[in-house]
């Protein structure tokens, strides 16, 4: 059965300041990896995806993730947050064709103080 | 734009009265779920339609229904909505063929409260 840990609940960082938001995945085979974005009383945002190819994937907003099949995970980051990067953000995992099956993680909420 | 358009963002009913939440696509995509999402929680999958193959997750309560009457609109139907239903139900899409591995494009949601 797949799986996707996010150890981190809660993470408050200063505007201006680097971000790392850690994801684990559990998964039999190739894993098609996303990083959601939630603001308060909204829908999910896809950030970015990873299917195959390069392993550093560049998303939207400025944020990029880094899939490790070592590690079995897929960190996601921002050199520099801006308060309007508050919100929830969820990593999902997902089967081959078009990820019918998405098993996500329980967010983590990112909170930036001023 | 393209999106998935959920209608109403806030829905109150009362407990036991049947309600119906309902989801639009302009993305042609062949694939539409719904989701359920309790406070601080991740998205629990209820089902999904394939075209028109309806796929039920097994934990899902059959209090929850599920009808696609066409390609662009997927209505979710709580037949009994008790007070524990009180949650955030979203809809998404997604395109699925050989190779073309798309991902989940979500609504922004209706939040069901119960009274």
């Known amino acids: 059965a797949q799986s996707v840990t996010q150890p981190d609940i809660h993470i408050t960082v200063s505007e201006g300041a680097s971000l790392e938001l850690r994801c684990n995945y559990s998964?039999?085979?190739?894993?098609?990896l996303f990083w959601y974005v939630q603001s308060p009383g909204q829908g999910l945002q896809l950030l970015l995806k990873?299917?195959?190819?390069?392993?550093l994937v560049q998303g939207i907003k400025g944020f990029e993730a880094e899939f490790k099949r070592s590690q079995s995970s897929f960190n996601l980051r921002k050199p520099s947050v801006h308060w309007s990067d508050a919100a929830e953000y969820f990593c999902a995992v997902g089967a081959f064709r078009a990820a019918s099956k998405l098993t996500f993680g329980t967010g983590t909420r990112l909170q930036v103080t001023l | 734009d393209a999106m998935v358009i959920q209608n109403p963002r806030y829905q109150v009913t009362q407990f036991g009265k049947p309600v119906t939440l309902s989801c639009s696509q302009t993305?042609?995509?062949?694939?539409m779920y719904w989701y359920q999402q309790k406070s601080s929680q991740a998205p629990k999958l209820l089902f999904h339609y394939y075209d028109k193959d309806f796929n039920n997750e097994a934990d899902t309560p059959d209090n929850f229904q599920s009808r696609r009457p066409n390609t662009s609109f997927c209505f979710l139907d709580i037949r009994s909505p008790g007070l524990g239903d009180a949650a955030m139900y979203l809809c998404a899409t997604s395109r699925r063929g050989q190779g073309d591995n798309q991902p989940q494009h979500f609504g922004d949601g209706t939040r069901l409260s119960i009274l």
């Open positions: 990873y299917f195959s190819g390069d392993t």
């Open positions: 993305l042609n995509h062949n694939v």
């Open positions: 998964y039999g085979a190739t894993p098609y």
